[in-house]
């Protein structure tokens, strides 16, 4: 685990922008082969098993990283910095398996595929957890890898416990911000604004971020999601 571990968590509510969301969901997990600390690693879907919408963001994920090429050009994937790294991630996705997760998209096939180049590939990776105690759940994979658990409400998926930076990508317009389509509120990840190249950025709102009392943050959080 790097630096002492990093596990940021994306909050998809059911009005979330589907194809927008699904867009920024894997350009953020599998950007840098997922190794960079801001990587979102774990996304959270807030809805009913049945959830026409929500299946289909997930669906639009999965199209859209197993669409992504394997290689070194622009906008294609690179492979992982070293051996050790990959195996550690191969590592995680046999023991969610194992566990009972279903692996959606599968890229450890990569590293056959690329064999004749050198590096360690490992392509795009979604595992959805019945366990929310499942360790690639819960540690640092540093690679391809997005976990993805659904949540009953959104109150459930805020108490998710996790001490890393948690993001929420709704379709709700706040007063001021009426011309951003979503919003994401990046908590203990960042204490300023920080600005994204397309619809959605992530905005840092007063008592949310940079502050040590961490039931301001939350309830900086349950104020966005209880807004008509």
């Given at each position: 685990?790097?630096?002492?571990?990093?596990?940021?968590h994306l909050i998809a509510l059911p009005d979330c922008d589907v194809q927008g969301t699904a867009l920024d969901v894997v350009i953020s997990c599998f950007g840098c082969a997922g190794q960079r600390c801001m990587a979102s690693s774990v996304l959270l879907l807030v809805g009913d098993e049945d959830?026409?919408?929500?299946?289909?963001?997930?669906?639009?994920?999965?199209?859209?990283?197993?669409?992504?090429?394997?290689?070194?050009?622009?906008?294609?994937?690179?492979?992982?910095?070293?051996?050790?790294?990959?195996?550690?991630?191969?590592?995680?996705?046999?023991?969610?398996?194992?566990?009972?997760?279903?692996?959606?998209?599968?890229?450890?096939?990569?590293?056959?595929?690329?064999?004749?180049?050198?590096?360690?590939?490992?392509?795009?990776?979604?595992?959805?957890?019945?366990?929310?105690?499942?360790?690639?759940?819960?540690?640092?994979?540093?690679?391809?890898?997005?976990?993805?658990?659904?949540?009953?409400?959104?109150?459930?998926?805020?108490?998710?416990?996790?001490?890393?930076?948690?993001?929420?990508?709704?379709?709700?317009?706040?007063?001021?911000?009426?011309?951003?389509?979503?919003?994401?509120?990046?908590?203990?990840?960042?204490?300023?604004?920080?600005?994204?190249?397309?619809?959605?950025?992530?905005?840092?709102?007063?008592?949310?971020?940079?502050?040590?009392?961490?039931?301001?943050?939350?309830?900086?959080?349950?104020?966005?999601?209880?807004?008509?």
């Amino acid at each position: 685990t790097a630096l002492g571990g990093a596990k940021n968590h994306l909050i998809a509510l059911p009005d979330c922008d589907v194809q927008g969301t699904a867009l920024d969901v894997v350009i953020s997990c599998f950007g840098c082969a997922g190794q960079r600390c801001m990587a979102s690693s774990v996304l959270l879907l807030v809805g009913d098993e049945d959830d026409t919408r929500q299946q289909e963001l997930l669906d639009a994920i999965l199209e859209k990283a197993g669409a992504i090429e394997s290689g070194t050009g622009r906008g294609q994937m690179g492979p992982l910095i070293d051996e050790a790294s990959a195996r550690k991630v191969k590592g995680y996705i046999r023991q969610s398996e194992e566990g009972g997760a279903e692996v959606l998209l599968d890229g450890r096939g990569w590293n056959t595929k690329m064999a004749d180049t050198g590096g360690n590939w490992i392509g795009p990776t979604v595992v959805l957890h019945k366990d929310r105690e499942d360790r690639t759940m819960n540690e640092e994979v540093f690679g391809p890898v997005l976990s993805v658990y659904r949540v009953g409400s959104w109150q459930e998926a805020i108490e998710n416990e996790s001490p890393f930076g948690t993001g929420i990508i709704s379709g709700r317009i706040r007063k001021g911000d009426g011309y951003i389509i979503g919003l994401a509120i990046l908590v203990t990840v960042c204490s300023k604004t920080c600005h994204h190249n397309g619809w959605l950025r992530f905005h840092s709102l007063p008592g949310l971020c940079g502050l040590p009392n961490e039931k301001r943050k939350l309830d900086g959080i349950y104020d966005f999601c209880s807004i008509n």
